[in-house]
């Protein structure tokens, strides 16, 4: 099993050449076909390289991919703040919601922050690049997480990625707008991969986008295994002082991954060595930076989810407020991945799925049972972005 610190500082040797970063090429790819159902693959202006999709995150809220996914279609229009709010908290994803407080966030606008343009830092340190490694329940192909250049990937700068979003958002908005839907993205997502191995260049996209004096807000994900490698990069010159802090005066939400409840659990899921203790390490890195982070959990240990819970409050004030399990879906890649480990001896990926469906299941019972009983409220009834976070220790 690989250490996870160890391989994110491997993989920076692949992953940045000069300013750019290396990024996954969706073209022929599993997930590039998933998402392209709504919005077609766009390319990097600069090389041709398909390297930029878009996920609707609340497929209800949107004409095409509601039909596309069979989904019922829930027009905002003519619909209050408070309705709008009410139905978008009850989906699996809440992001639009993440940015309530921006000063140019809307509800009749809601739609312009549901589709982000995402682009996906080509490796990841749970990943040691085998067939089976990583994360077992990763939607993320192999190729595109091992961290190597070649065939399926491709290298963005920060320039790059700018004007590919400027030029793919006015091709989306002009799609839209025929079918009497008018749309205006906003959101950059920078995704993974893990994307705290590129910071320096995560920073210099938020640069370029303040320099340009553009209206964009951002995401970034992180699987919250390298707090103490951002503070070892710049403690060696390799990041610049106070990196994590710099990008945090930018409108940038965080993907805060919860991989699992005890230490056990989370090397169980990642294949990786990484311990409880990184991840809340990691979680306040964050935010003592000043961001505003959104965890969200994946396959807890029902046994030890609600002491989990417990101690998060302990640590930082009002976490579990802001908790959001995340269901697991069997795409390729992961039975893919999951196959693979039989053949070493592991479960079958049909015992696997099982496990992880009655995780969920009871997951979400006992989040739901603590906030009721710490809180007062039900799971999903607050707004996460109404929620405030204080470290206590």
């Given at each position: 099993m690989?250490?996870?610190?160890?391989?994110?500082?491997?993989?920076?040797?692949?992953?940045?050449?000069?300013?750019?970063?290396?990024?996954?090429?969706?073209?022929?790819?599993?997930?590039?076909?998933?998402?392209?159902?709504?919005?077609?693959?766009?390319?990097n202006?600069?090389?041709?390289?398909?390297?930029?999709r878009?996920?609707?995150?609340?497929?209800?809220l949107?004409?095409v991919?509601?039909?596309?996914?069979?989904?019922?279609?829930?027009?905002?229009?003519?619909?209050?703040?408070?309705?709008?709010?009410?139905?978008?908290k009850?989906?699996?994803?809440?992001?639009?919601?993440?940015?309530?407080?921006?000063?140019?966030?809307?509800?009749?606008?809601?739609?312009?922050?549901?589709?982000?343009?995402?682009s996906?830092?080509?490796?990841?340190?749970?990943?040691?690049?085998?067939?089976a490694?990583?994360?077992?329940?990763?939607f993320?192909?192999?190729e595109?997480?091992?961290?190597?250049?070649?065939?399926?990937?491709?290298?963005?700068?920060p320039?790059?990625?700018?004007?590919?979003?400027i030029?793919?958002k006015?091709?989306?908005?002009?799609?839209?707008?025929?079918?009497?839907?008018?749309?205006?993205?906003?959101?950059?997502?920078?995704?993974?991969?893990?994307?705290?191995?590129?910071?320096?260049?995560v920073?210099?996209?938020?640069?370029?986008?303040?320099?340009?004096?553009?209206?964009?807000?951002?995401q970034?994900?992180?699987?919250?295994?390298?707090?103490?490698?951002?503070?070892?990069?710049?403690?060696?010159?390799?990041?610049?002082?106070?990196?994590l802090?710099?990008?945090?005066?930018?409108?940038?939400?965080?993907?805060?991954?919860?991989?699992?409840?005890?230490?056990?659990n989370?090397c169980?899921?990642?294949?990786a060595?990484?311990?409880?203790?990184?991840?809340?390490?990691?979680?306040?890195?964050?935010?003592?930076a000043?961001?505003?982070?959104?965890?969200?959990?994946?396959?807890?240990?029902?046994?030890t989810?609600?002491?989990?819970l417990?101690?998060?409050?302990?640590?930082?004030?009002?976490?579990s407020?802001?908790v959001?399990?995340g269901?697991?879906?069997?795409?390729?890649?992961?039975?893919?991945?999951?196959?693979?480990?039989?053949?070493?001896?592991?479960?079958?990926?049909?015992?696997?799925?099982?496990?992880?469906?009655?995780?969920?299941?009871?997951?979400?019972?006992?989040?739901e049972?603590?906030?009721?009983?710490?809180?007062?409220?039900?799971?999903?009834?607050?707004t996460r972005?109404?929620?405030?976070?204080?470290?206590?220790?």
């Open positions: 690989i250490n996870a610190v160890e391989r994110a500082k491997e993989l920076r040797k692949t992953l940045i050449r000069g300013n750019d970063v290396l990024v996954a090429d969706f073209s022929g790819t599993l997930q590039g076909k998933d998402t392209s159902k709504v919005i077609e693959l766009m390319p202006v600069e090389t041709g390289d398909y390297v930029f878009t996920k609707v995150n609340v497929k209800a949107d004409p991919a509601s039909e596309v996914y069979k989904q019922e279609f829930f027009d905002i229009r003519g619909k209050t703040d408070s309705e709008i709010e009410t139905f978008v009850s989906q699996e994803f809440d992001f639009p919601l993440w940015f309530k407080h921006h000063p140019s966030f809307s509800y009749q606008g809601i739609r312009n922050f549901d589709l982000p343009f995402i996906q830092v080509a490796g990841c340190n749970f990943h040691d690049g085998t067939i490694g990583g994360c077992t329940y990763c993320v192909d192999n595109s997480n091992n961290g190597l250049p070649g065939k399926g990937k491709s290298y963005l700068s320039a790059g990625l700018v004007d590919s979003f030029e793919a006015k091709k989306i908005s002009a799609a839209y707008e025929e079918k009497g839907y008018p749309l205006d993205l906003k959101v950059i997502r920078t995704s993974g991969g893990e994307p705290t191995i590129a910071l320096d260049w920073l210099n996209v938020w640069r370029e986008v303040g320099a340009r004096g553009l209206d964009f807000v951002g970034l994900d992180s699987n919250l295994s390298t707090g103490t490698l951002v503070d070892e990069f710049e403690r060696q010159g390799i990041y610049e002082p106070h990196i802090e710099k990008l945090g005066e930018y409108p940038v939400k965080v993907l805060t991954a919860i991989k699992g409840t005890d230490s056990e989370i169980d899921n990642v294949q060595k990484t311990n409880v203790d990184k991840q809340l390490y990691s979680m306040k890195r964050f935010l003592r000043g961001f505003d982070i959104y965890p969200q959990m994946y396959n807890p240990n029902p046994k989810l609600r002491s989990y417990e101690s998060l409050d302990s640590e930082i004030e009002n976490a407020l802001r959001h399990i269901p697991l879906k069997p795409y390729r890649p992961t039975t893919n991945r999951l196959d693979a480990r039989e053949c070493c001896g592991g479960i079958g990926s049909k015992t696997q799925i099982a496990i992880w469906d009655s995780n969920y299941k009871v997951g979400c019972e006992i989040l049972a603590y906030l009721q009983e710490r809180h007062g409220v039900a799971y999903k009834e607050v972005s109404d929620v405030e976070l204080k470290i206590k220790a």
